[in-house]
């Protein structure tokens, strides 16, 4: 007689449901004998640019070293987001991508009897990483899509461990102000840890999204985390970084896994960072495609929501999956989003001119309207 290990299994994760990423180009190939370069993805919030030419310079040194463990404690790469951000390398930890650090964060604070908050339509992983641990999930319900703050405030007890904001949200490039921002932090109880997740923050020029770095020194309780997957281009060497107080780091860098972040990607994260160029171009590519989509979305007569990442939920008023169908047979992937509570839209991430062009063709075809 066999064992059920389903029934053995944490109940929170008995709850849960894998983590999809987005349709890999390689899986749609074999699927339509079509070849994967005549395939356009948007699906998953990758820079259309490719990395950074220091990036991959960077990598090229590093390969002969491949025979040994990567510096455990990524000495150079703390040093070089301390100088650039102004923050002290001992409230720096690191992660194999920001999901990494949301895991770390349920880790080391959250258990059965404790609860997470978080908003209706925010990223999968904070209920992921919540329940999985054990603990309770609170979603609050969105406001205009995005994060209701005041009734997230009104969600917390004194059972309540860690908030999980992000701004801008993701799938919804919804976003919120300094003094919103400021209003927030003021009033959450110091023995609640919020998670700010910035993943998409290099996306917004000077004031447009407020910088979560400003709020550290005075929020003991303040995590701000960060990627090297969005804006530097990343994706596959999965990069996350995280700055708190450095008694919070110290916590969290308890729980991180040995050498989590390997050393080709922390000598790419380290040119990346440096290359203030090609993140100037990643914005104005970023901000042309966002004004192209956003005329084509216009011109179908679609609603879309604003948004402040690489990538914009357009609502086609009807249910979105068999759309979504037609497109994959066009050889586009983008994002279904239903499993987010938001049925009719579709999440499609910037590429370049000939890719957003080529989606929007393919749209207009599979509505009846090409």
């Not at 609170?138 to 999980?164: C, N, Q, W």
């Not at 801008?168 to 932090?185: I, K």
């Not at 994706?235 to 970084?241: F, I, N, P």
């Not at 001119?353 to 989606?359: G, P």
Request: proline share 6%; hydrophobic share 45%.
């Amino acid at each position: 007689m066999s064992c059920d290990f389903l029934a053995q299994a944490l109940p929170g994760v008995q709850k849960l449901s894998p983590y999809v990423p987005g349709k890999p180009v390689d899986e749609l190939a074999r699927e339509l004998g079509m070849a994967p370069a005549s395939i356009v993805k948007l699906a998953s919030n990758e820079n259309p640019l490719g990395p950074s030419a220091k990036a991959l310079d960077a990598i090229r040194a590093e390969l002969a070293e491949l025979t040994r463990y990567p510096d455990g404690n990524a000495f150079d790469l703390k040093q070089a987001l301390s100088e650039r951000f102004g923050v002290a390398a001992t409230g720096i930890t690191l992660g194999n991508g920001s999901n990494d650090i949301l895991e770390l964060v349920a880790r080391a604070y959250l258990a059965p009897g404790y609860n997470a908050v978080f908003s209706e339509h925010a990223f999968a992983v904070y209920p992921l990483v919540t329940l999985a641990i054990g603990a309770e999930g609170r979603s609050v319900p969105a406001k205009d899509y995005g994060h209701d703050l005041e009734a997230m405030l009104a969600a917390i007890d004194a059972d309540t461990r860690v908030v999980f904001v992000a701004n801008p949200n993701n799938p919804t490039g919804t976003w919120f102000d300094s003094e919103a921002l400021a209003r927030f932090l003021a009033r959450v109880p110091e023995h609640v840890l919020v998670v700010l997740d910035e993943a998409y923050i290099e996306y917004a020029e000077g004031d447009k999204l407020p910088d979560g770095l400003a709020f550290l020194a005075q929020y003991p309780n303040l995590i701000v985390s960060r990627t090297f997957s969005k804006a530097y281009g990343l994706a596959a060497l999965r990069v996350g970084y995280a700055f708190s107080s450095p008694t919070v780091a110290d916590v969290l860098n308890r729980v991180r896994q040995p050498f989590n972040v390997n050393s080709l990607a922390q000598a790419a994260a380290c040119a990346a960072l440096a290359d203030s160029d090609y993140l100037a171009r990643s914005r104005a590519l970023n901000d042309a495609g966002m004004a192209q989509l956003e005329a084509g979305f216009r011109d179908l007569d679609l609603k879309w929501i604003p948004s402040r990442g690489n990538f914009i939920a357009v609502d086609l008023g009807r249910e979105a999956a068999p759309i979504n169908q037609g497109l994959l047979q066009e050889g586009v992937i983008v994002r279904p989003v239903a499993g987010y509570g938001m049925p009719t839209f579709l999440r499609v991430s910037i590429g370049t001119e000939a890719e957003n062009a080529r989606f929007l063709a393919a749209l207009s075809k599979v509505l009846g309207r090409g």
